[in-house]
């Protein structure tokens, strides 16, 4: 069966967008927010970070939102675009749909907090 | 102090980015790299410097351009006729110091009738590719195909791979004269850096897989998944290599076509393996752009 809904954003771009959500960040800013909202399960390298974001600028989800010069080099800041914050909304209620899925149906059983065998509500929840 | 030498290293890794890339972003990438935190590192780690080559590949492979596959398509033939033509000099080179080792040093007339012409045709085509004197290089390589056959049968009555090279790499350059305005060509630096890659994949010793003592097949072994997983590494940022390296991979099948019969054609890793191998590369490159494209970001 095929879905005919638009294709899924990948992780870091979801990420990387969800990042934006509290305004603009930098590049070094948007790696700590990505690492600090997967609960640093996606920490990007800046070579990664960059081709995220030349896709995401790409696609007009996000813009360059001013610069400031920081020792002697220039500090470029992103933002997220109306259409980055629509695609974004979008991508996060189709997981909450995904997941709810899955927890609506799973058994009810009690998992002993911390345990491995817990299912991390946080992995499937939108940013 | 340790950051500015940390910062040189960065710098020098960002010379894997393209130049108009790294004007417009260098001094950026460098702040993301230094970060906030004070560091006494004086060396970039192995996970930014392995994130920054890659970077710098996808970015040579077109993931910038509004039209990823047709940089990928219309590069990837330039690249592939460079590295064709470049192998069938290496090859042409090789024979004729051969032939002079196996003293043959009678007939230096004879040899540079039957295989210096053509080397020196194919030679002039390469330089021509690769600066960028594109229609000059079509008159070239047709020439080299045509000329040096009509002179000396020699290396067409011999299957000799050397002999193929033009003839494959012909249709490649003609078809690049018509690339569109808005895909621009590959860099000079960045097509020979390409080639060079093609070029030493194809020095791997893979005729130690055939009878051979077993301290010789385990090097040649060690060393096909070495290329091997280079090479991937390398193609699967910048994909403009996997259809570059098919014209090459060509190359073996049709030496072997006029040489041998079906069976070596099959058992030879350099002929049909190759073949198909070529042929998958071509599609995997085309298709897993196509869908990037179709991807959301």
């Known amino acids: 069966m095929r879905s005919t809904s638009r294709p899924a954003l990948r992780e870091p771009s979801y990420f990387v967008l969800a990042a934006l959500i509290g305004g603009p960040l930098h590049g070094y800013a948007v790696i700590k927010r990505v690492t600090e909202l997967s609960d640093e399960r996606v920490t990007l390298a800046a070579g990664s970070l960059y081709s995220v974001i030349d896709r995401l600028l790409g696609e007009g989800l996000i813009t360059a939102d001013g610069e400031e010069i920081v020792n002697g080099r220039a500090r470029r800041y992103y933002r997220l675009t109306d259409e980055g914050y629509r695609v974004l909304a979008e991508e996060a209620d189709r997981l909450a749909r995904a997941a709810r899925v899955v927890m609506d149906r799973l058994p009810h059983r009690s998992f002993p907090l911390g345990s491995t065998d817990q299912p991390s509500i946080v992995r499937t929840r939108p940013a | ?297």
């Open chain 2, 1 to 297: 102090m340790s950051s500015d030498v940390l910062e040189k290293r960065y710098r020098m890794l960002l010379r894997a980015y393209p130049a108009d890339y790294r004007r417009e972003r260098a001094d950026e990438l460098i702040d993301t790299l230094i970060g906030d935190e004070p560091t006494t590192r004086r060396w970039p780690s192995i996970r930014q410097a392995a994130s920054l080559i890659r970077g710098g590949l996808r970015v040579h492979g077109g993931s910038t351009a509004a039209r990823p596959t047709a940089v990928l398509l219309w590069q990837g033939l330039h690249l592939g006729a460079m590295a064709v033509l470049a192998l069938g000099v290496l090859i042409g080179l090789n024979d004729i110091v051969g032939t002079f080792q196996f003293g043959v040093f009678l007939d230096p007339l004879g040899v540079l009738r039957d295989q210096g012409i053509h080397l020196v045709m194919v030679s002039a085509a390469l330089v021509a590719l690769v600066v960028g004197h594109d229609r000059t290089a079509a008159v070239l390589v047709v020439t080299a195909a045509v000329v040096p056959t009509v002179i000396s049968p020699y290396l067409f009555l011999n299957g000799l791979t050397q002999w193929w090279a033009p003839v494959v790499a012909a249709p490649l350059i003609i078809a690049g004269l018509r690339r569109p305005a808005d895909v621009p060509p590959a860099p000079r630096g960045n097509a020979i850096l390409v080639t060079a890659v093609i070029v030493a994949l194809h020095l791997i010793p893979v005729e130690g897989y055939r009878p051979a003592p077993v301290s010789t097949q385990i090097i040649s072994i060690a060393m096909v998944i070495v290329g091997v997983a280079v090479f991937l590494w390398v193609a699967t940022a910048d994909q403009r290599l996997l259809i570059a390296v098919a014209p090459t991979l060509l190359l073996g099948t049709l030496h072997q076509l006029g040489n041998a019969g079906t069976g070596e054609l099959l058992r030879r890793p350099d002929a049909l393996p190759s073949l198909v191998l070529a042929v998958l590369m071509v599609a995997v490159a085309v298709v897993s752009t196509r869908l990037r494209q179709r991807t959301r970001a």
